[in-house]
C-alpha cells in the first residue's frame, strides 16, 4: 500500500499492543476481551451513535459538486499520480468547504490504509451505492481513472436530466399556482363582497349557493382548513412510506397517459446508462442490478428488477423477465437480447443510453406542451363557475327590476 502511493518506508516497527482507546467508528473497533472477536454491547451502542453523529455534522455535497471531484480526482489520477497525492492535490485546489470536509476525510483513511470506496462508505452521503459500487470497481480492476471518469460522466448525465425535469415542469408549477391563489382570492374576497347583500332579495341560483357556502366555510374556520391540510399532507406521506402503498401509487403513476411515459422513458434511460456502466466497469451483473435498481426512483420498477434479479441468480435470461412485465420498451427488450447472445452487453447498453437520452427529451417535450393546457381548461372551468355564481343573480335581479 506504501508503494501504491509512492512512499518509501524508512524504518518498520511491529505494533505489539492495541491502542488504549480504539476508534469505535472504524471498521475494526473490538473491544478487549468481548468473546469470538464481537463488540460488546457498550461499543456496538457507541458505534451506532458515532453513525449518528456523523450523519448529522458531516456536509453532504449536492450531486454536482460531486460529479466535478471526482472528474478531478480522474484527472490526476488519470495524469500519473498515484491515488493519495491526487487526492492532496485536488485538496489543495479546494476552495469549497463541503468538497475539503470530504476530501479531508478520504485524505486521512486512504493514508491510513483503507481503500477509496471503504473511505467513502464510512463517510455517508453523498457517495450513495452507485459511486461506492465504481470506487470499489475501480479500485479492483485498476482501471480508476477510466472508471473514474464513467461515473463523473454518468453523474453529470443525471445532472442534465433532473435539469430537463425541471425545466419542463417550471412553467406548469407557476401556473398552477397561479391558478390556485386566484381561487381563493375569488372565494374568500371577491365573491362574498358582490353576492351576500343580495342573498335576502331572492332564491340565489345553485351555483351562487355553492361559492357562497364555501366561502363562508373557508372565512369561518380557515385555520381548521390549514391544520386539516397539513394533517391530511403528513398523513399521505406516511401512508406512502409503506411499501406495499407505494407500489399502487407508482404504478397508477405510469398508467398516466402523458406523465406515465415521461416517468417510464426517464427510468428507462437512466437503467439503460447505469447497468451499462457499470458492467463495463467490470462489476457483476447481479451486482449492477442491485445498484440501478436503487436509481429507478419507482417501486413498480424496483420490483420487476428485483425479478429480474431472481431469474439471473437462477441462470436464465435476463431480456425475458423484463419482456414479460410489460413496463419496459420493446427496444431495450432487443438490446438486452442481443447483448446477450452476442457477449457485449455493456457496450450495446451504452449505445442504446442515447436512443434512450434522445426518447426522454422527446417526452418532455411532449410534456411541456400537453401540460400547460390542461391547467388552462382547468382554470377556465374554474374561472367560469365563478363567474356564472357572480353573473346569475346579477341577471336575475335586472329581470325583475324590468
Keep these: 500500500m506504501l508503494l501504491g502511493r509512492g512512499e518509501t518506508a524508512t524504518s518498520i516497527d511491529p505494533v505489539q499492543e492495541r491502542d488504549a482507546h480504539p476508534d469505535p467508528t472504524g471498521p475494526a473497533a473490538v473491544l478487549e476481551g468481548s468473546p469470538s472477536g464481537r463488540p460488546a454491547s457498550g461499543a456496538a451502542q457507541t458505534s ?38 491526487g487526492l492532496r492535490t485536488v ?37 450513495d451505492d452507485l459511486i461506492i459500487g465504481m470506487l470499489r470497481a475501480a479500485d479492483a480492476s485498476g482501471e480508476m481513472s477510466e472508471i473514474l471518469h464513467q461515473l463523473a460522466d454518468l453523474l453529470d448525465r443525471s445532472l442534465e436530466l433532473r435539469r430537463e425535469l425541471l425545466g419542463a415542469t417550471l412553467y406548469p408549477m407557476i401556473l398552477g399556482a397561479l391558478v390556485v391563489i386566484s381561487v381563493i382570492i375569488l372565494v374568500t374576497v371577491l365573491v362574498p363582497r358582490l353576492i351576500e347583500p343580495l342573498a335576502g332579495e331572492f332564491n340565489l341560483p345553485m351555483p351562487t349557493r355553492i361559492l357562497l357556502g364555501i366561502a363562508g366555510f373557508v372565512s369561518s374556520y380557515w385555520i381548521y382548513c390549514v391544520i386539516g391540510t397539513v394533517l391530511l399532507w403528513v398523513g399521505w406521506q406516511a401512508w406512502v412510506r409503506l411499501p406495499a402503498n407505494r407500489l399502487r401509487v407508482d404504478t397508477l403513476k405510469l398508467r398516466i397517459p402523458v406523465l406515465g411515459r415521461l416517468l417510464r422513458d426517464v ?48 441462470g436464465k435470461s435476463l431480456a425475458d423477465p423484463l419482456e414479460r412485465s410489460g413496463l419496459f420498451p420493446p427496444l431495450l427488450v432487443q438490446v ?27 417526452s418532455i417535450k411532449l410534456f411541456t406542451k400537453a401540460f400547460p393546457p390542461l391547467l388552462i381548461i382547468i382554470m377556465a372551468g374554474l374561472g367560469g363557475f365563478v363567474l356564472a355564481a357572480i353573473l346569475l343573480p346579477l341577471l336575475e335581479l335586472q329581470s325583475m327590476i324590468g
Excluded: W
Design 91 to 127: 485538496r489543495r485546489q479546494c476552495s469549497n468547504r463541503t468538497i475539503a470536509s470530504v476530501l479531508d476525510h478520504l485524505i486521512v483513511r486512504v493514508e491510513s490504509g483503507a481503500p477509496l470506496y471503504q473511505a467513502a462508505a464510512e463517510y455517508g452521503p453523498p457517495f
Design 48 to 85: 451506532l451513535a458515532a453513525v449518528l453523529h456523523r450523519r448529522l455534522t458531516r456536509p453532504s455535497a449536492h450531486r454536482a459538486e460531486m460529479a466535478t471531484l471526482i472528474r478531478e480526482l480522474a484527472t490526476v489520477i488519470e495524469a500519473g499520480l498515484p491515488i493519495m497525492q
Design 336 to 362: 438486452v437480447n442481443l447483448g446477450e447472445r452476442s457477449g457485449r452487453l455493456e457496450s450495446m447498453l451504452l449505445h442504446a443510453a442515447g436512443a434512450f437520452d434522445r426518447q426522454v427529451s422527446s
Design 267 to 314: 427510468a428507462v434511460a437512466r437503467f439503460t446508462r447505469t447497468l451499462g456502466t457499470l458492467i463495463s466497469a467490470g462489476i457483476p451483473i447481479l451486482d449492477a442490478l442491485r445498484v440501478t435498481r436503487d436509481t429507478l426512483g419507482n417501486a413498480a420498477l424496483k420490483q420487476q428488477i428485483d425479478t429480474v434479479r431472481e431469474h439471473v441468480t437462477a
